[in-house]
């Protein structure tokens, strides 16, 4: 299965074949129909189309003197399946990162005006605070290391 | 639901693939999603593998896993190796499918984060061996990746269904 996966994958890799297959998706024609869009000889055409249909991405008749090409989707099918599943798992992965972006940061946000209002105050209970609420504590580190980057602007200041 | 950032997938090369999204955060928060295993296991794999090892030692030539477990009970490893860290900026990695034949092919993957307007993009781009390693990722690792020519399969898909039915 992988072999014939290849073979799709290379016959999908050139621009040219790609658009014979669009042009086939549309039905049914001839070498010389396929052929006339692209600035190309027929031999080089009918090369294209020994690659497609090695890939079993076409079928090409043999009964009739014009041979017309058809497209077999199933490769096609078997590839998209694979680059869906492919595409899905990160799309999955970054959308649950957006949502638990958005968690940290309303965390975040919670707890900036809880600093605001002991910023005076010492830092030994904030640091006690911290302790106690252990599932918020990456939060609370980047503000510590935001604090920490303020009062080194502060002090470069002074 | 507000509307996604939306991801896009490109191959830049015939030994390449790129991925762009953005995220709606500062850079030094999504940094951190991408170099703290507290974080990395909130949402890598999310829905499609239970994440069971995550380990990073972020340093030049530190090591990092990940390992997931797909529903039907199979491992999935990755590994590799720090080599470029400019935070919050930049990442390079090397990444290894650990599993038989694939874990002889190594690829790099670069991340660069770039902030504006409060957004940040994350745009990474792993870089294969060869163009066999990349299509046998494609094929059979948990790598994503769509090329951007191969973008037209939906579409002649759909014309060819429309032509069947």
């Known amino acids: 299965m992988s072999r014939n996966l290849d073979a799709t994958f290379a016959a999908l890799a050139d621009p040219t074949r790609r658009a014979m297959l669009a042009r086939l998706a549309e039905g049914e024609v001839s070498v010389t129909d396929l052929a006339a869009p692209f600035d190309m000889s027929l031999a080089a055409v009918s090369k294209h189309l020994k690659v497609l249909e090695r890939a079993g991405l076409i079928i090409r008749g043999r009964e009739a003197q014009w041979r017309p090409c058809r497209l077999d989707a199933r490769p096609l099918q078997e590839v998209a399946t694979y680059l869906e599943r492919y595409r899905r798992f990160w799309e999955d992965s970054f959308d649950r990162l957006d949502d638990y972006l958005k968690t940290l940061q309303q965390q975040d946000g919670r707890q900036d005006e809880t600093h605001e209002r002991t910023k005076d105050g010492d830092h030994e209970r904030s640091h006690e605070r911290t302790k106690d609420r252990s599932k918020h504590r990456r939060s609370n580190e980047r503000r510590d290391d935001r604090r920490s980057n303020e009062r080194r602007s502060h002090e470069r200041k002074k | ?165």
Not at chain 2, 5 to 22: C, F, G, H, Q, V
Not at chain 2, 54 to 80: H, K, N, Q, S, W
């Open chain 2, 1 to 165: 639901m507000s509307a996604r950032n939306k991801l896009a997938i490109t191959t830049p090369s015939e030994r390449e693939i790129a991925m762009t999204r953005a995220f709606d955060a500062p850079r030094a928060l999504v940094w951190q999603m991408f170099t703290r295993p507290e974080h990395v296991r909130q949402w890598w794999g999310h829905g499609h593998l239970e994440v069971t090892v995550c380990e990073i030692d972020l340093r030049v030539g530190g090591a990092y896993r990940y390992t997931g477990r797909t529903p039907d009970g199979m491992e999935v490893p990755f590994r590799g190796v720090y080599r470029e860290i400019v935070a919050p900026e930049r990442l390079v990695l090397t990444e290894i499918y650990d599993v038989p034949m694939a874990r002889d092919h190594e690829g790099v993957v670069t991340t660069t984060f770039t902030e504006a307007a409060g957004k940040t993009t994350v745009h990474s781009v792993v870089r294969y061996d060869s163009k066999e390693t990349r299509d046998m990722v494609l094929a059979s690792g948990m790598e994503s990746g769509v090329a951007s020519g191969y973008d037209r399969i939906d579409e002649l898909l759909q014309a060819a269904s429309r032509e069947a039915g």
